[in-house]
């Protein structure tokens, strides 16, 4: 299991979705994006008028669409041994399932590593033939 939590930062596994992308979204997400639990607090509207806190309405489950989970389709992937060859045989919307340590980080991560290697220095963990889930707004 991943472990990945809410918005990718740690506990249980709350991945919804991970679709094999055509084109980018951001620079760090090629080519697998990750649709972690996050659609509610994105799409969530309210006022504050200062008379007390926000009354939020429950959204309906009916406004969600039905989604079939067909496992049996998917291809495993173990991150461990996975081969760039391997990584070019993936298809759009191919589902995968993903086993292994996948490493985190957002923009202060990436910036703190461009960092480190303009100074020179060693980055604190080995990126030879590792997974980095950018942890970003989604």
Same mark, same amino acid.
């Given at each position: ?10 506990? /249980?596994? $709350? &991945?919804?979705?991970?679709? @094999?992308?055509?084109?980018? %979204?951001?620079?760090?997400? !090629? ?47 173990? /991150?461990? $041994? &996975?081969?760039?060859?391997? @990584?070019?045989?993936?298809? %759009?919307?191919?589902?995968? !399932? ?41």
């Amino acid at each position: 299991a991943l472990g990945i939590g809410a918005q990718g930062l740690g506990g /249980l596994t $709350t &991945v919804l979705d991970v679709k @094999v992308l055509d084109y980018p %979204t951001h620079a760090a997400n !090629l080519p697998i994006a990750m649709v972690p639990n996050c659609a509610a607090t994105r799409h969530v509207h309210f006022h504050l008028d200062g008379s007390g806190p926000a009354k939020l309405e429950p959204p309906s489950l009916e406004d969600w669409p039905k989604l079939t989970y067909a496992p049996s389709n998917a291809r495993r992937v173990d /991150l461990a $041994t &996975v081969t760039r060859e391997e @990584v070019a045989n993936w298809k %759009t919307g191919e589902v995968l !399932l993903l086993n292994g340590k996948l490493l985190t980080g957002r923009d202060a991560a990436h910036k703190r590593m461009t960092d480190m290697l303009n100074r020179g220095e060693k980055l604190p963990v080995d990126f030879t033939n590792r997974f980095i889930y950018y942890v970003g707004p989604v």
